[in-house]
């Protein structure tokens, strides 16, 4: 039986917004371009409202909580500022989620959230932003800084020393296994996420019961108040340190949106109220945990101890609330935190790119051939992140990995948010209904303001001694802008140059394949001469 079945996509279908307005579109799900829609999910329907939960708590309570503390105060310079961030952090994450709340419900039938959302917001210039956030999705996609996180937590407990040797073979091997998980069964690999994600919820609470006992004096800890006594004493008000605090503080609550990316997969009869119903639950519960696992660090470890900590911050409140046991026992609840982030939702992002055409080799990428999971997907993103893991500098890895990773995603992010307006638009042009989840413009503003301003104040050189890396401060502000000016130096020479003087156009074909799944394929087709077409 013939695997694939090609088609080329009728113009109107990526070409022709008007003509799609003329025709007098009354479907809900308005697309202009991109990947064919699966009407009936391939990976099945397995994601119900506890797991989508777990897949955002698991997703948010990775490394974050216990890695961004210390680093935080050491920019901000005081106990009040930190804690203060961690009030003001999750004001813009339940932004964003109103957002990707009334963008999914565009496209009810997509998983990949932002790649679906930013496809059909800037269908023009053909591929540019589809091809740039692809580009950068992929290249991104690592999760270097939970498996960094996890080997140095790891070694900690077992008192091993935390040399760049011993820390990336550590990581390297949970690499390895988190992507046998999720590469051998979705359904599998969920019940391992709601499995772990409660250990980690209880974990989280543990801490949280730990910290109130340091605060009634039922601990070994002396003075657990002599921290908040003047709490804005020696704050740095510089923009680069405001912004690098806040991109820390903003990564810990990354994954409140993870559910969106397997929207597709979702059980019931209003996928798009599941999942947001599982954002509001899931960043509401992190958002308490984290503010008082913050105040018991600050209760229990003395503030220089916390600014000079790295990613090691708990090893020290163990330390201080439990004795030298305790550092050596607690610390595998972290690391057991960092294992449990297994990052399902990622794959789909980079699933949904293939079905776009805007991968070689789109049908490897969009099958779920054997095992019912998209392994292209899954075996991409342990590479990259096995890639990084050997490539960075062991001392400044995690930061730097943070900020490199973020950076370009705030651009997109910019671009999510006005592409909010410029889909309501359309919608309305086409005589469709608002969504019943629409956000107001004042947040859609507000989260818009925020990206701007994380993008422009990390260019201000911070105080001596409160850089989060030991080289120049903006590399991975020029590091995030030279992967985009890339990204754009591509589109120019494969869309426009070699085109217009090879003599022929790239179009769109749909490629079937035989378990289901569909995907857009790009092809050349000649002007002057016979068809002669070759992937892309």
């Known amino acids: ?34 990947a064919p829609v699966e ?41 009040g500022l930190l804690l203060l961030y961690w009030i003001l952090t999750p004001i813009f994450a339940f932004a964003g989620l109103s957002l990707y709340s009334e963008l999914a419900s565009m496209f009810p039938n997509r998983s990949g959230a932002e790649v679906v959302y930013l496809e059909q917001a800037y269908p023009r210039p053909r591929f540019l932003v589809s091809t740039a956030f692809a580009v950068t999705a992929i290249l991104t996609s690592f999760s270097a800084s939970n498996s960094i996180v996890f080997a140095q ?18 990581a390297l091997a949970m690499v390895l296994v988190t992507i046998g998980f999720v590469a051998f069964s979705t359904k599998w690999s969920l019940r391992v996420v709601n499995f772990l994600t409660a250990f980690k919820v209880l ?19 002396e003075n657990p108040y002599s921290n908040f006594r003047n709490p804005f004493e020696g704050t740095s008000w510089n923009p680069n340190a405001l912004a690098t605090a806040f991109i820390k503080s903003n990564h810990a609550f ?62 020290l409140f163990f330390q201080r609330v439990f004795g030298t046991t305790g550092a050596r026992i607690f610390p595998l609840l972290v690391a057991a ?95 469709i209904q608002p969504s019943v989840f629409q956000a107001k413009n004042t947040v859609v503003a507000l989260y818009l303001t925020s990206c701007v301003l994380l993008l422009l104040l990390p260019w201000v050189p911070p105080e001596p001694g409160h850089a989060d890396v030991s080289f120049w401060y903006a590399t991975y502000c020029v590091a995030g802008l030279g992967l985009l000016g890339c990204c754009g130096l591509y589109y120019w020479l494969w869309i426009i140059v070699l085109p217009k003087y090879s003599g022929y156009e790239v179009v769109e074909e749909v490629q079937h394949h035989a378990d289901g799944a569909r995907n857009t394929r790009l092809v050349r087709r000649y002007k002057t001469a016979p068809a002669v077409e070759g992937e892309q």
Not at 2 to 25: C, H, K, M, N, Y
Not at 262 to 283: C, D, Q, W, Y
Not at 419 to 428: C, D, E, I, K, T
């Open 203 to 221: 974990s989280l609470v543990f801490i949280v019961a730990s910290g109130m006992a340091v605060l009634l004096g039922l601990t070994r800890v």
């Open 153 to 170: 937590y790891t070694l900690s407990a077992f008192d091993i020393p935390i040399t760049p040797q011993s820390q990336t073979v550590t």
């Open 1 to 34: 039986m013939q695997e694939d079945v090609l088609q080329e996509a009728e113009p109107d279908e990526s070409t022709s917004l008007l003509a799609d307005i003329r025709s007098g579109t009354t479907i809900d799900e308005f697309q202009v371009v991109g």
């Open 337 to 431: 935190s960092c294992f449990g982030n297994i990052t399902i939702g990622h794959t789909r992002v980079i699933r949904e790119v293939a079905r776009q055409g805007l991968l070689p080799y789109p049908g490897f990428f969009t099958s779920i051939k054997p095992f019912g999971t998209p392994l292209g997907p899954i075996a991409l993103k342990g590479c990259l992140t096995i890639l990084v893991i050997v490539a960075v500098p062991a001392k400044d890895a995690f930061n730097f990995v943070l900020d490199l990773a973020s950076y370009p995603a705030l651009v997109f992010n910019c671009a999510m948010a006005v592409g909010v307006w410029v889909l309501r638009r359309r919608r309305a042009l086409a005589k």
């Open 254 to 315: 990354v994954g409140y949106n993870n559910a969106f990316n397997v929207l597709g997969e979702v059980r019931g009869k209003n996928p798009v109220k599941t999942v947001r119903k599982a954002g509001v639950i899931s960043l509401f519960l992190v958002t308490v945990l984290f503010l008082f696992i913050n105040i018991a660090y600050v209760a229990a470890v003395p503030r220089e101890e916390i600014r000079n900590s790295g990613q090691l911050v708990a090893v």
């Open 39 to 79: 009407r009936t999910s391939v990976l099945g329907r397995e994601v119900t409202l506890l797991s989508a939960i777990m897949l955002n708590i698991g997703q948010i309570t990775g490394s974050g909580i216990f890695a961004v503390p210390g680093v935080i105060l050491n920019s901000v310079g005081s106990i």
